[in-house]
């Protein structure tokens, strides 16, 4: 597949953007600097340039077959980048015919599906004490995706790690069926798989090891 990963340069995005390159895909990453990337160049094209840019984000995504964002906001200031960014992405996508849309969230974005229990609840309520911006420009990201009209999922995450991949991921909702963490590498996995596979397409899925 052509896909475009946003994120590529982070914890999260080295992960997806190295197993996509292995995986055979041909990958697009929108990156501040490209001496971030490590990763092999075979199959890799990097465009510089930011969110802002709406040059910048018609090269990275014109011809892709879908897009993968692994974005997340860098700071608890009330500047909303990342959902400003999705609407730019989500805008370019229309513009060029791209339908297939796979974003990460944390669990704190709610979904119908949820059973959230009491440690759930607490630990939502905590969120939103301690970083409530960064709380609301995930809320906002996963809205304007819901409303966007394309084949989208959104992935929920609890705590994220950096231990090896266990192979091992289990889909719920919270309150239901996910547990306290993932490892960065297991979650790459799973993005890569859902965006080839549309098993989750509308659906708002919390996975953990």
Known sequence: MK???FGASGRTGQHLLRQALQDGHQVTALVRDPAKISAQKDRLTLVQGSLTDP???DRAIAGADAVISVLGPAHNRPTFDISQG???ILAAMQKHGVCRLVITAGAGVG???DRPGLFNRLMNVLLKAAAK???EDMRRSVALVRA???DWTVV???MLTDAPATGRVQVGMVGAGMGPRITRADLANFLLREVAGHE???KAPAISN
């Open 3 to 5: 896909l475009t990963i």
């Open 200 to 202: 989750y397409v509308g």
């Open 111 to 113: 979904d119908p599906g």
């Open 55 to 57: 040059a910048c984000l």
């Open 133 to 135: 911006n960064v709380y």
């Open 148 to 150: 966007s009209g394309l």
């Open 156 to 158: 929920r995450v609890p």
């Open 86 to 88: 999705m609407q730019a």
